[in-house]
């Protein structure tokens, strides 16, 4: 079955970086785009970045452009997020979520992991 | 970007009843709409695509549809654990992908 495992969540300060990694299995992870999805504490879902199944193409939210790169390994099936320049309102759970077949739509997600940013 | 508006914010519901949530889109999306539902503490599971399709081994008291800019998700029967927040979200036209705000089913 389908098991994304995200990790490199953690506290950070304002202006730091943090990379975080989801470990895929359970499906042929280069045919798939993968995105990442944030909540906030309290708050409701928000995309933030995809990558499509060859790496070749990248999309990111206007909050996060710039600041935020999206990776993947093939040889290893695990998806990456560097974050760099970090805000106080970065703060959420952050979740590895596999695409549909040819669709964006978020058809598995991991159980997240959350990055608090904060002085 | 496509705004995406979810009514009610809160629906109390007895278990047995049915429950109907809107989802409106600030234009046009066809039907590439997805519901997905999110239960405390756990992540999003998707539900229905392409506006009305059942995800894998999703009940059939789950059902969707609407297409343009009005949608609804019904479930016929609530179960105990279908109380849960709901989101819709569009990919027609994006970047970026956008969900509601979404609608938190609560039991009465």
């Known amino acids: 079955q389908v098991q994304l495992v995200e990790s490199g969540g953690g506290v950070v300060q304002p202006g730091r970086s943090l990379r975080l990694s989801c470990a895929a299995s359970?499906?042929?992870?280069?045919?798939?785009?993968m995105h990442w999805v944030r909540q906030a504490p309290g708050k409701g879902l928000e995309w933030v970045t995809e990558?499509?199944?060859?790496?070749?193409?990248?999309y990111y939210v206007d909050s996060v452009k710039g600041r935020f790169t999206i990776s993947r390994d093939s040889s290893k099936n695990t998806l990456y997020l560097q974050m760099n320049s970090l805000r106080i309102e970065d703060t959420a759970m952050y979740y590895c979520?596999?695409?549909?077949?040819?669709?964006?739509?978020?058809?598995?997600w991991g159980q997240g992991t959350l990055v608090t940013v904060s002085s | 970007e496509i705004v995406m508006t979810q009514s009610p914010a809160t629906l109390s519901v007895s278990p047995g009843d049915r429950a109907t949530l809107s989802c409106r889109a600030s234009?046009?999306?066809?039907?590439?709409l997805a519901w997905y539902q999110q239960k405390y503490g756990q992540a999003p599971r998707l539900l229905i695509y392409g506006a009305s399709t059942r995800a894998t081994g999703i009940p059939a008291r789950f059902s969707g549809s609407g297409s343009g800019t009005e949608f609804t998700l019904t479930i016929s029967s609530l179960q105990s654990e279908d109380f849960a927040v709901y989101y819709c979200q569009q990919y027609n036209d994006w970047p970026p992908l956008t969900f509601g705000g979404g609608s938190k089913v609560e039991i009465k």
């Open positions: 234009q046009s999306i066809s039907s590439n």
């Open positions: 359970g499906f042929t992870f280069g045919d798939y785009g």
């Open positions: 990558i499509s199944f060859n790496g070749n193409n990248k």
């Open positions: 979520v596999k695409g549909g077949y040819g669709l964006p739509t978020f058809d598995y």
